[in-house]
């Protein structure tokens, strides 16, 4: 070996070791999601001490937080979020399966296709806000109304990424099915499921956000506990505190749900060339 070839070796090496020292050094990944409502959470308390802004308005994160202390204390914050929790995953269950089940139904049959997808495509562009007077109407303001509201919602989502997954499942892998004589239940299970897979999880994180979405409105036009029943109640009493906690748990719950079907999506679509994770 010459020495050029040792030098150049040793400048390739110094820069790799420079390259992992500054990985090093830098911020974990999950860090960098942090900075901009640390600055946020940061700049606001300092407004609210300086005065700069109403407390009543807007009132400071330590207010913020004993309020969310206090709630969690006296019980009130575990039978809000497990009230609200049961009703968002029972309608997202029922909405979801049903979105799924007639997802693959229309999207493997042309006949299925014809008669119902445009039914179903011209219902999903009706605002649901415009639905919730037949709902009272029908069936009144009980619980069973809020889960098939929230139901509602999370069908759609579910039902056109499955439609579309199953539509755009590879015309070659099927004909290697036919060469396998695979049955139709195999043709479902080996082939079309995991084709459609990528949409379908995307479809889900779709559903669960219109989940807790619609979770909101369904408790705000008439609920006994429940996280959109305690923002409404503390915005009659102007407890913004109080209304800021519930916003915030919203989002909090939004992105915990949210990033459990990102683990999903990891754990099952590791074979997929094109998932980025």
């Known amino acids: 070996m010459s020495t050029n070839e040792v030098a150049l070796g040793a400048k390739a090496g110094g820069r790799q070791s420079a390259v992992s020292r500054e990985r090093k050094a830098g911020m974990p990944k999950w860090l960098y999601g942090w900075v901009i409502p640390v600055i946020v959470l940061g700049l606001w308390e300092a407004a609210s001490a300086l005065g700069l802004v109403s407390q009543s308005a807007l009132p400071a994160p330590s207010r913020i937080a004993e309020a969310f202390w206090k709630l969690c204390v006296n019980g009130d914050m575990a039978k809000h979020v ?10 997202f269950l029922l909405g979801g399966a049903t979105g799924l089940l007639l997802g693959v139904f229309t999207g493997l049959g042309k006949w299925a296709e014809r008669t119902l997808d445009p039914s179903i495509q011209m219902l999903r562009t009706v605002p649901l806000l415009a639905v919730i007077p037949l709902f009272i109407l029908w ?9 098939l509201l929230i139901a509602l919602g999370s069908f759609f989502p579910v039902y056109f990424h499955t439609h579309l997954g199953v539509r755009s499942a590879d015309r070659k892998l099927y004909e290697v099915t036919r060469i396998l004589q695979y049955s139709k239940l195999h043709l479902l299970t080996k082939l079309i499921i995991p084709a459609a897979l990528p949409n379908i999880l995307l479809g889900i994180r779709l559903s669960v956000g219109a989940s807790w979405l619609l979770l909101a409105v369904a408790e705000m036009m008439g609920a006994s506990a429940g996280v959109g029943y305690m923002i409404q109640d503390a915005r009659v009493y102007g407890q913004t505190d109080i209304v800021f906690v519930g916003i915030i748990l919203f989002a909090l719950v939004g992105k915990l749900s949210d990033s459990l079907v990102r683990l999903v999506e990891r754990r099952y679509l590791q074979w997929n060339n094109n998932y980025k994770g």
Request: net charge positive; charged share 15%; hydrophobic share 40%.
């Open 139 to 147: 069936f009144g303001v009980g619980e069973f109304s809020k889960v």
């Open 82 to 91: 497990s009230a609200s929790a049961i009703r968002a995953g029972g309608g």
